[in-house]
């Protein structure tokens, strides 16, 4: 266990396999923009190509990078975004400019949730915000930023982009289609087949397009969101069926606590950054923009609150040392009243660094605050809690990457509210 005080213990690695929810969480994050490169096609009654910027270039931070948000208002440090089932649809809402959401089929018991063939319809509806915005169904993603992407726009044009860790590359650019119903309001229904490298594309059931994808990997089934120069957009999904390797897919959308897709998201409310997820979803965000707020030594305080969830399978903290690829650690407080130190990893097993080990320091009261401190140097990790020290480990793997705070749900939805948070960086 950690001793208290100054005393150092080294903690031997030992691999373990987690739920779920740990690795294929619910992840809406910031990203790169869609490329500019449009098709531009000489056709009447049509809404002009979407005007695609390049993404705004924010001025980098002053180094030593110092983070600090009382979330009193929101603010662009932080993705604000949520996915939903209310009314009989799942609702993806986006509050900031190039972003993008997206929903986790959740996956069967006897092939999991990545996959390499499948058949998914889905109809959509843009309810509100800019006509640049798309949407559609995100597939074969085998990391937060590598993935493809068959998207619309309410313009009525359509494209096949493929991200590698963040570097988009356009297999189809935007064309225009007379099958796709313009405007605010009209529904779309969207069909993608991927049979190994071949994908067949169909919009209100025209085939528009057969692709081949070079690159096919197994991997993650989403509807996807994203919004371009403007925020403040809704897409509703309804209708979604198919087959994913052999397993039925059917979703309706009717019982929010049955769904077979992971909802979740984060927003400033009240003056704090709530995370909120499905039973078996995680969800965490770093702070923005990711590229520009990566260290690698780093003192960290923030104050946290459980909102609601089975305090026995509800965890939430920090993570560290994101490099966007599934591979992060997290410093895991349970409900409960323990503490974990995991290592996420995107090609195999999580392991845990750390034991759970109860913590009488942290205060499991209903309504109850906790402020979580951290001080990373080096491969040594000294956490506080409630200002008091509980120890520090050694012999930790020494990562650069971003930092943020993560919610992971068991066999129950939960939320929990974050505030206060400071980051400094810590220079040798």
């Given at each position: 266990m950690i001793r208290t005080a100054t005393r150092r213990i080294n903690i031997a690695l030992c691999i373990v396999i987690l739920c779920e929810c740990i690795a294929l969480a619910l992840v809406p994050f910031a990203v790169p923009d869609i490329a500019a490169r449009l098709m531009r096609l000489t056709v009447t009654n049509r809404l002009p190509t979407p005007a695609f910027s390049a993404r705004d270039t924010q001025p980098p931070y002053a180094r030593p990078l110092t983070l600090r948000d009382t979330f009193d208002t929101p603010s662009a440090l932080w993705d604000q975004s949520n996915v939903t089932v209310q009314d009989g649809h799942l609702a993806i809402d986006l509050r900031l400019p190039h972003a993008d959401a997206?929903?986790?089929w959740l996956g069967d018991p006897t092939i999991g949730s990545r996959v390499m063939d499948f058949r998914l319809s889905a109809t959509m509806t843009q309810i509100s915000g800019p006509d640049d915005a798309s949407h559609g169904i995100r597939f074969r993603q085998d990391a937060p930023d590598s993935y493809l992407m068959v998207a619309l726009n309410t313009r009525g044009y359509w494209s096949v982009?493929?991200?590698?860790?963040?570097?988009?590359?356009e297999l189809v650019p935007w064309t225009y289609s007379h099958t796709i119903q313009q405007g605010i309001g009209s529904s779309n229904e969207l069909t993608v087949d991927a049979r190994g490298p071949r994908i067949s594309i169909a919009i209100n059931g025209v085939v528009v397009d057969t692709i081949v994808d070079e690159a096919a990997v197994r991997g993650q089934l989403t509807l996807a969101a994203a919004t371009a120069d403007t925020g403040a957009m809704r897409v509703d999904f309804d209708a979604v069926s198919g087959?994913?390797?052999g397993v039925a897919i059917s979703e309706d959308f009717t019982d929010?606590?049955?769904?077979?897709?992971?909802?979740?998201?984060?927003y400033a409310n009240d003056g704090a950054y709530h995370l909120r997820a499905n039973a078996g979803v995680s969800v965490w965000q770093n702070s923005l923009p990711q590229s520009q707020t990566q260290v690698t030594d780093f003192d960290l305080s923030v104050d946290t609150r459980i909102i609601s969830g089975d305090r026995d399978s509800i965890g939430y903290g920090i993570v560290y040392g994101d490099t966007g690829d599934f591979g992060h650690?997290?410093?895991l407080f349970g409900g409960n009243g323990t503490v974990q130190l995991l290592q996420s990893n995107p090609a195999k097993a999580t392991e845990r660094l750390l034991e759970p080990m109860k913590l009488p320091m942290l205060d499991t009261s209903k309504d109850a605050?906790?402020?979580i401190t951290v001080r990373k140097v080096g491969t040594t990790l000294t956490l506080f809690v409630n200002d008091l020290e509980v120890g520090s480990i050694d012999n930790l793997p020494s990562q650069s990457g971003s930092?943020?705070?993560?919610?992971?749900c068991g066999t129950a939805p939960?939320?929990?509210?974050?505030?206060?948070?400071?980051?400094?960086?810590?220079?040798?």
């Open positions: 997206y929903s986790l982009v493929r991200s590698n860790f963040g570097v988009r590359a087959s994913a390797e929010n606590t049955t769904t077979q897709f992971s909802t979740g998201g984060s650690s997290i410093l605050v906790n402020r930092v943020g705070m993560i919610l992971v939960g939320e929990v509210a974050f505030d206060n948070f400071v980051l400094t960086e810590r220079t040798q």
